[in-house]
C-alpha cells in the first residue's frame, strides 16, 4: 500500500497538460503531431492540429501529391519530431531494413541507417512494385481468375517486411528527439530496444547514430515477436511481446520490471504474425494502467511506478470477452477524462460485439449487467448501418474524441478465396476493395451515454472508407482515406453528424492504399502511409489553370 501511496502523490505533483475531451499530454513525447503511431500514449488517434484550409472537392493532380518510397516495411508509422532550435521538424521512421530521417517540410532524406546487412530495398523496388501491381489489378478486374496472381504479389512483399520490423510499428519520439524501437534479431532470436538520435543534439542536419541498445531478458523459447510499445506517463518504457511477456525500462534502457500474462505461451517457429497472445498494440492512461487485448482477455496492468502488476489492490483487472476464432482485431482505447467523468476503454470483441469496461473503480452504484463481468459497462452489437458482410470484424483500432468513437468497416461484403493463411488473408481484404467484386462500405461511431450509462449509436455513413484508421481533429472533422468511382479519396466527415464535408479525389493506384496507417492530420497536410513502403502527402490547394 505504501508504494500506491508514494506513486498517486507522484502523479498528482506531475505537470500534464490535456486538452478538453481529450487525453492529457505526455510531457515526455515529442511535442509534434504524431509523436507516436496513435498519436498519443491512450491510443486514442485525436490530432490537435488544425489541418489545411479544405476548398471544394476535386480530381487531385500530381501537383498535389507526393509519393516518398521508404523501403518495404518502413513507412507504417513515420514520426515527426519536437522542434529543432532553428523552428524545423524532421520526420522519423523506419524499422524494417534501416530507420531514416526526413526533412518534415521537403521530404529530403537527411540521414539512413541500415539496420540489416544485406536487406535494404532500393527506391527503384519500391517504385516497381506499385507499377506491377497497377498492372495486376488491371488483369484481375477484366479477368477475375488473375486476381490471385495481384494477391501473391502483394503478400511476397510485405509479409516478410512486416515481420522483420513487426515490433518497430509502434516506435515513439521522445521530447529529446530519440527515435526507440523494438527489433528482432533473426538469427539469435534476441530482441533489442535500439535508440538512435542526433549525433549532435539539436542539430537538425545531424546524422542519425545508435545511441544505445539492450537485450530484453525475453524467453526465447517461446519464439516472440515485439508487438508494442509505448511510454509512461512517468516516462518509462512499455513493451509487450506477442507470447505475452512485458517489459517496462527507464530511457537509459536500465530494466526495471517484468511480468508474464497468465495466458502467455510459447509459439511455434512458423507462427503467423496475426497467431500471437497479443497481436495489438496497448494504450495506457496517466495514472499507470496498461491495458492489453490478449487472445482471452482485456487486461488492465498497473504500473505502480517501480513495478508491474495484476494485482486488483493496486487497480489492475482482468476480464474475458468472446474472443471467438481469432481474438479482438483492435487496440483498447481509454475514453472520458477528467474528474468526476466516466473513465472507461472501449475495444471490440472477436464475434460481433463493442464492449466498454469501467477502467478505474467500478461504481458503487453500478449494478452491472446481467450474464457478463461487473465491470463491463457497455456492449452494443457491431454494425454499419448498410448492406454489409455478415462477417463483420473490426481490425483497425478506435479513434476516439470525447465519449465518442468510430470505426470504418473493414470487411468486403464478399470475402477473397481463402488464401491458406490469416496473414495472407488479411492483405488479400484489404486489399481486395480493388476488384469490384469486393466492396466495403460504412463507419460507424459510437457514443457513451454518461447519463443513461449506456452506449448509443451516434451515426453511420455508408461511404467506402478503406481500411485505415481516420483521423479526428480539433476543428470537430474526421479525415479517412475512401474509394468514390474506383479510386482512392481523402474524404473529411463532420465529427458530430457523420456528414461528409468534403472529398478530394486521389486516383486508382495502389500507392494510395493506406492498410495498417493513419490518415495524418498536421498543420499544413493530410498524409498516410502507402502499404507501409512509401509515404504520400497531400497538399489540397488548388492550382487554377
Known amino acids: 500500500m505504501f508504494d500506491k501511496?508514494?506513486?498517486?502523490?507522484?502523479?498528482?505533483?506531475?505537470?500534464?497538460?490535456?486538452?478538453?475531451?481529450?487525453?492529457?499530454?505526455?510531457?515526455?513525447?515529442?511535442?509534434?503531431?504524431?509523436?507516436?503511431?496513435?498519436?498519443d500514449s491512450s491510443a486514442s488517434g485525436f490530432s490537435r492540429f488544425p489541418g489545411p484550409d479544405l476548398g471544394d472537392s476535386y480530381q487531385l493532380t500530381d501537383?498535389?501529391?507526393?509519393?516518398?518510397?521508404?523501403?518495404?516495411g518502413n513507412g507504417y508509422s513515420f514520426l515527426y519530431s519536437d522542434k529543432y532550435s532553428d523552428g524545423r521538424r524532421a520526420i522519423y521512421g523506419g524499422g524494417s531494413d534501416r530507420v531514416f530521417k526526413l526533412d518534415a517540410d521537403t521530404l529530403?532524406?537527411?540521414?539512413?541507417?541500415?539496420?540489416?546487412?544485406?536487406?535494404?530495398?532500393?527506391?527503384?523496388?519500391?517504385?516497381?512494385?506499385?507499377?506491377?501491381?497497377?498492372?495486376?489489378?488491371?488483369?484481375?478486374?477484366?479477368?477475375?481468375?488473375?486476381q490471385m496472381h495481384f494477391f501473391d504479389h502483394v503478400y511476397r512483399t510485405h509479409i516478410p517486411a512486416l515481420r522483420l520490423g513487426s515490433g518497430a510499428v509502434y516506435k515513439f519520439l521522445t521530447k529529446n528527439n530519440e527515435l526507440f524501437i523494438a527489433?528482432?534479431?533473426?538469427s539469435s532470436g534476441s530482441i533489442y530496444i535500439k535508440v538512435f538520435g542526433d549525433k549532435e543534439f539539436d542539430d537538425f542536419e545531424s546524422p542519425l547514430v545508435l545511441k544505445r541498445s539492450v537485450a530484453?531478458?525475453?524467453?526465447?523459447?517461446?519464439?516472440?515477436?515485439?508487438?508494442?510499445?509505448?511510454?509512461?506517463?512517468?516516462?518509462?518504457?512499455?513493451?509487450?511481446?506477442?507470447?505475452?511477456?512485458?517489459?517496462?525500462?527507464?530511457?537509459?534502457?536500465?530494466?526495471?520490471?517484468?511480468l508474464v500474462l497468465p495466458e502467455a505461451k510459447a509459439l511455434s517457429p512458423d507462427a503467423e504474425w496475426m497467431g500471437g497472445v497479443v497481436r495489438n498494440t496497448i494504450s495506457l492512461d496517466d495514472k499507470g494502467g496498461i491495458y492489453i487485448v490478449s487472445s482471452d482477455f482485456l487486461h488492465r496492468v498497473q504500473w505502480t511506478g517501480k513495478n508491474l502488476t495484476l494485482d486488483p489492490r493496486y487497480g489492475a483487472w482482468s476480464v474475458p470477452y468472446e474472443a471467438g476464432e481469432n481474438g479482438s482485431g483492435t487496440t483498447p482505447t481509454p475514453i472520458g477524462w477528467g474528474e468526476g467523468n466516466d473513465l472507461l476503454v472501449v475495444m471490440a470483441d472477436g464475434v460481433n460485439g463493442v464492449n466498454v469496461y469501467w477502467r478505474d473503480e467500478i461504481p458503487d452504484d453500478w449494478q452491472g449487467i446481467p450474464n457478463h463481468p461487473r465491470r463491463l459497462a457497455g456492449t452494443i452489437p457491431l454494425t454499419f448501418g448498410y448492406d454489409t458482410s455478415d462477417r463483420l470484424r473490426i481490425e483497425a483500432s478506435p479513434v476516439a474524441y470525447g465519449y465518442g468513437f468510430f470505426w470504418p468497416n473493414d470487411a468486403p461484403k464478399v470475402e477473397p478465396q481463402w488464401q491458406g493463411?490469416?496473414?495472407r488473408q488479411m492483405f488479400a481484404n484489404y486489399t481486395a476493395l480493388h476488384f469490384p467484386q469486393y466492396p466495403v462500405h460504412g463507419g460507424v461511431k459510437y457514443h457513451w451515454n454518461s447519463i443513461k450509462r449506456e452506449l448509443e449509436v451516434a451515426w453511420t455513413t455508408h461511404l467506402s472508407l478503406a481500411p485505415t484508421i481516420c483521423t479526428p481533429?480539433?476543428?470537430?472533422?474526421?479525415?479517412?482515406?475512401?474509394?468514390?468511382?474506383?479510386?482512392?479519396?481523402?474524404?473529411?466527415?463532420?465529427?458530430?453528424?457523420?456528414?461528409?464535408?468534403?472529398?478530394?479525389?486521389?486516383?486508382?493506384?495502389?500507392?494510395?492504399?493506406?492498410?495498417?496507417?493513419?490518415?495524418?492530420?498536421?498543420d499544413k497536410y493530410i498524409e498516410f502511409s502507402s502499404l507501409g513502403s512509401a509515404i504520400v502527402r497531400v497538399n489540397l490547394e488548388k492550382i487554377d489553370k
Open 5 to 39: 501511496i508514494i506513486f498517486f502523490a507522484f502523479l498528482i505533483a506531475l505537470p500534464v497538460p490535456s486538452y478538453a475531451d481529450s487525453p492529457p499530454l505526455n510531457i515526455y513525447l515529442a511535442d509534434s503531431p504524431y509523436p507516436m503511431p496513435h498519436v
Open 63 to 72: 501537383h498535389n501529391v507526393i509519393f516518398k518510397p521508404v523501403g518495404f
Open 108 to 146: 529530403e532524406t537527411i540521414s539512413s541507417y541500415s539496420l540489416r546487412e544485406g536487406y535494404f530495398s532500393s527506391d527503384r523496388e519500391v517504385s516497381n512494385f506499385f507499377n506491377t501491381a497497377d498492372i495486376l489489378i488491371q488483369a484481375g478486374i477484366k479477368d477475375s481468375s488473375k
Open 183 to 186: 527489433v528482432k534479431d533473426s
Open 216 to 258: 530484453l531478458p525475453i524467453d526465447k523459447s517461446n519464439n516472440p515477436l515485439p508487438m508494442a510499445m509505448s511510454l509512461t506517463y512517468d516516462g518509462n518504457i512499455v513493451v509487450v511481446t506477442n507470447d505475452g511477456q512485458i517489459f517496462v525500462l527507464n530511457q537509459d534502457l536500465e530494466k526495471y520490471d517484468s
Open 421 to 423: 493463411s490469416y496473414d
Open 473 to 522: 481533429n480539433i476543428k470537430k472533422f474526421l479525415y479517412c482515406i475512401g474509394r468514390r468511382d474506383g479510386q482512392y479519396s481523402v474524404e473529411v466527415l463532420d465529427w458530430g453528424s457523420g456528414e461528409s464535408v468534403r472529398y478530394y479525389l486521389l486516383g486508382e493506384s495502389l500507392r494510395f492504399n493506406a492498410t495498417a496507417s493513419n490518415t495524418r492530420v498536421t
